[in-house]
């Protein structure tokens, strides 16, 4: 059963378009990932955020933005939508250092998104 | 800096036969090392994760690996594989250095299992 939740599944927009992708978690984790995943490609890392009000850039440059106000939640925005940013989308969070699970990544199931 | 190599981006293997998916590592401090795979049109899932309490590490669906420092690997095995294993693969480093616990993924194996 996933604990880490993300909306929508699969989204098809127009050029321009202003999008939000939803992540949320239940697991009270601090640390949150965005990563970037073409069809049979590896992931990229886009943001991520040690806690509230921390975000940072990943290791890919990307046009969308992220914020973190809440430990829970850490949506993905795209001011304007272009062909260039369909991918799928993937979303994760992690638990605190020490013990067995310590840095283990929980993903959602992805959003794919497509830009016409 | 962090790194992980997977040497093989497709494997390919006839079902009840083992397999083998390898990947090298490269780390400047002692690294946590995972193993995750991603069924088609799925989220990824943690198989196994090493953080030196063994150097074999036991996961799910019968899957282990083991983290050989002196060749900085860690090689993904099955001795049997399933067509339920046919799936994409991926290695990955965390080693904490700075503070920073960011993961680095390898680029992913697909492993292919035929009847």
């Known amino acids: 059963e996933a604990d880490i939740y993300q909306t929508p599944r699969y989204l098809v927009i127009g050029t321009g378009k202003k999008i939000t992708l939803e992540c949320s978690q239940t697991?009270?984790?601090?640390?949150m990932y965005w990563y970037q995943q073409d069809p049979g490609m590896e992931l990229h890392l886009i943001h991520y955020?040690?806690?509230?009000?921390?975000?940072e850039k990943g290791d890919l440059s990307s046009e969308s933005t992220v914020s973190r106000i809440r430990t829970e939640h850490f949506p993905l925005t795209l001011e304007s939508a272009r062909p260039s940013h369909t991918s799928q989308y993937l979303c994760?969070?992690?638990?605190?250092?020490?013990?067995?699970?310590?840095?283990?990544?929980?993903f959602g199931a992805g959003s794919r998104l497509t830009v016409l | 800096a962090q790194s992980v190599t997977q040497l093989d981006s497709h494997v390919s293997v006839s079902e009840g036969t083992p397999v083998l998916l390898r990947c090298n590592y490269s780390?400047?401090?002692?690294?946590?090392l995972f193993w995750y795979v991603q069924h088609p049109n799925k989220g990824l899932q943690l198989l196994l994760k090493?953080?030196?309490?063994?150097?074999l590490v036991k996961g799910i669906n019968g899957f282990e690996a083991e983290f050989k420092k002196s060749e900085t690997s860690f090689h993904l095995t099955k001795p049997s594989a399933h067509m339920s294993d046919a799936a994409e693969y991926f290695c990955?480093?965390?080693?904490?250095?700075?503070?920073?616990?960011?993961?680095?993924f390898g680029r992913g194996t697909s492993l292919i299992v035929h009847p």
């Open positions: 990955v480093v965390s080693d904490g250095a700075g503070g920073s616990y960011i993961p680095t």
């Open positions: 697991m009270g984790h601090d640390k």
């Open positions: 090493y953080t030196s309490a063994a150097t």
């Open positions: 994760a969070s992690s638990g605190p250092g020490g013990g067995k699970w310590a840095n283990v990544l929980t």
């Open positions: 780390s400047s401090y002692s690294p946590s």
């Open positions: 955020s040690y806690g509230v009000n921390s975000t």
